[in-house]
């Protein structure tokens, strides 16, 4: 995912939201059967995406990004937009402790975008 971030050129707190929707992942068993560089793409777009806002209808995956990750916008989006409701719904359950991770200062507040 690391390497996504730098071809994406994003900010140091977009890439922390995108790790915090990674180890979100881990709690979903749905999302383990995917290849790992799926899930990164997946969360970085995620993240991206929220940077962004969700309303924003704007490309964010450009070719760049499709020729190094192998995968297109259409493949990552529907994904993503399930992943972020997943991670929302994790958020108000009883599993608070990445959520509580991901809002302290040394993780650039990123679960705070959400």
């Known amino acids: 995912m690391e390497r996504f971030a730098r071809i994406a050129q994003v900010q140091e707190r977009i890439q922390m939201l995108a790790q915090y929707l990674c180890d979100t992942c881990l709690l979903d068993c749905t999302l383990m059967k995917e ?29 760049t990004l499709s020729k190094n990750s192998g995968y297109k916008e259409e493949d990552v989006r529907g994904m993503a937009m399930d992943l972020i409701k997943f991670v929302k719904n994790v958020e108000q359950s009883s599993l608070q402790s990445l959520y509580k991770k991901y809002q302290s200062p040394r993780f650039l507040e990123a679960a705070k975008l959400l």
Not at 42 to 55: D, E, F, N, S, T
Request: net charge positive.
């Open 35 to 63: 290849r790992p560089s799926k899930l990164a793409a997946v969360c970085l777009y995620a993240a991206m995406r929220l940077g962004k806002g969700l309303a924003n209808t704007q490309p964010i995956w450009n070719a």
